[in-house]
């Protein structure tokens, strides 16, 4: 196992152990000091356990080598364990939708300084593991492990807004504003709204992939311009490429003078390719298709 694929795993671990910590501590503490938004934040959290556990066995499967059956591999394994983090996301987006709309028909929480506390070591908690894992997820390309990361970005909105919602309710009380006194509710709601955007992103980028979508305009023309740079290409007829999990297949059909042998077509195809995956760490595979040019076809 290579430096990323350990610290890839090592990050899926410690997600996994802080948020059965955070998961318990909330919900203890959300059921003792009837906070909404803390409660659903920990129900939130229980989601994650097992989108962790998920997104952990997809990364074990996308590192499985090709075989007869995968002849690309199994890289999309990763892509289905992020779509099934964005499923729980939408879940956690709607449960706590329908919690924070129930609290304004019950009479307001009465704020507690443990629940805000516990909010706020949640808060700091979620952020530095979001930092941690998304710097990891981008480094190995890892997409598992990039929508755990965004998962915890969805739990740092809503630490966030359990901090805001708890600090409002003490407002609320000690000002005699009783309206303020629902902000743990209302909070929620707009939690519940930036949890379901984000599942919705990464849903949508998980389909794009599984559908086979081509990468980006910019880095079709990187691998362009490095199949350009060999003196015997004449004209590229067609490029694609496509995410495969955590690495990218690229196919291209190239022109080169009709006259050369076998052994020069190949020794070109085999120089282009490898080209391309000194450039693009990424690039795990480079399919060349050579076709015939002669000088009077030009134009």
């Known amino acids: 196992m290579n430096n990323d694929n350990k610290s890839s795993f090592w990050a899926i671990w410690i997600s996994l152990i802080s948020n059965i910590i955070l998961t318990i501590m909330k919900i203890i503490i ?8 803390l409660l659903a934040d920990g129900v939130h959290n229980a989601g994650d356990i097992i989108a962790t556990v998920a997104a952990l066995s997809a990364m074990q499967i996308s590192k499985l080598p090709a075989d007869e059956d995968h002849p690309y591999g199994h890289g999309k394994a990763e892509v289905l364990g992020s779509g099934f983090v964005a499923f729980i996301l939408g879940l956690a987006a709607l449960y706590i939708a329908y919690h924070s709309v129930t609290a304004f028909f019950k009479d307001p929480m009465v704020p507690s300084v443990i629940a805000l506390t516990a909010a706020i070591v949640s808060l700091v908690w979620k952020y530095a593991l979001y ?16 929508a755990t990361a965004k998962d ?45 955007k984000l599942a919705i992103e990464m849903g949508k980028e998980s389909f794009d992939i599984l559908m086979e979508k081509t990468v980006d305009q910019q880095k079709l023309r990187q691998y362009s311009s490095l199949i350009q740079a060999i003196p015997q290409v004449k004209r590229i007829d067609r490029i694609r490429a496509r995410e495969h ?55």
Do not use: C
């Open 30 to 37: 959300g059921l003792l000091f009837h906070s909404e938004v």
């Open 131 to 146: 930092v941690y894992t998304l710097r990891i997820g981008q480094r190995s390309n890892s997409k598992s492990l990039i």
């Open 152 to 196: 915890h970005l969805a739990d740092v909105y809503a630490s966030m807004a359990a901090v805001v919602g708890i600090g409002l309710a003490f407002v609320g009380k000690y000002g005699e504003i009783y309206w303020l006194s629902y902000g743990d509710a209302a909070a929620g709601i707009i939690v519940s709204y930036l949890v379901l």
């Open 245 to 299: 999990g955590h690495y990218i297949l690229v196919d291209a059909r190239v022109s080169i003078p009709g006259e050369l042998t076998v052994q020069q077509g190949h020794d070109i195809s085999r120089e282009i390719k490898q080209s391309i995956m000194d450039q693009h760490k990424d690039v795990d595979e480079v399919l060349i298709h050579l076709n015939p040019w002669y000088k009077e076809s030009q134009g």
